[in-house]
């Protein structure tokens, strides 16, 4: 594969990420809609009684992507890209959980996931600095 490809991919990737990511954001009710429509159109059961399993499957693979970073973190200490998706991962969370707590219910685990993630990111962000600063 060449350069020009991978990068052609990369950039569709980033793209179809963000879009699915946005609707996930402002439209989660009509996703699990749309494909119970679809299920019913191909005889399969709803996934309406068991939805929110689902987002517990994006969940999983979400904490599975930050135990990644942070173990490639210990292992290689010296890549400054690992530390910089953990912060971007975790301030991301907790931004979206403020904003949640705000605009749509003040509940308790939307301020929690908002200070401990935005905690975990600003410790990994001074980590970084720190590290970087640190002659090698």
Same mark, same amino acid.
């Given at each position: ?23 996930? +954001? ?11 429509? +679809? ?59 403020? +904003? ?22 600003? +410790? ?13």
């Amino acid at each position: 594969m060449t350069q020009k490809t991978y990068k052609l991919i990369s950039l569709g990737l980033a793209i179809v990420f963000g879009m699915v990511g946005l609707v996930f +954001l402002f439209m989660s009710s009509d996703v699990l809609s749309f494909f119970d429509e +679809l299920s019913r159109a191909v005889g399969m059961q709803e996934a309406a009684s068991v939805s929110h399993k689902f987002y517990v499957i994006l969940a999983a693979a979400y904490m599975y992507l930050v135990t990644l970073l942070a173990s490639l973190m210990y292992l290689h200490p010296d890549n400054p890209a690992y530390p910089l998706l953990l912060f971007n991962g975790k301030t991301a969370s907790s931004a979206l959980s403020i +904003l949640f707590f705000v605009l749509d219910k003040p509940l308790l685990v939307y301020l929690t996931n908002g200070i401990v993630d935005g905690l975990i990111g600003v +410790l990994v962000i001074a980590m970084y600095r720190s590290i970087r600063r640190v002659p090698r």
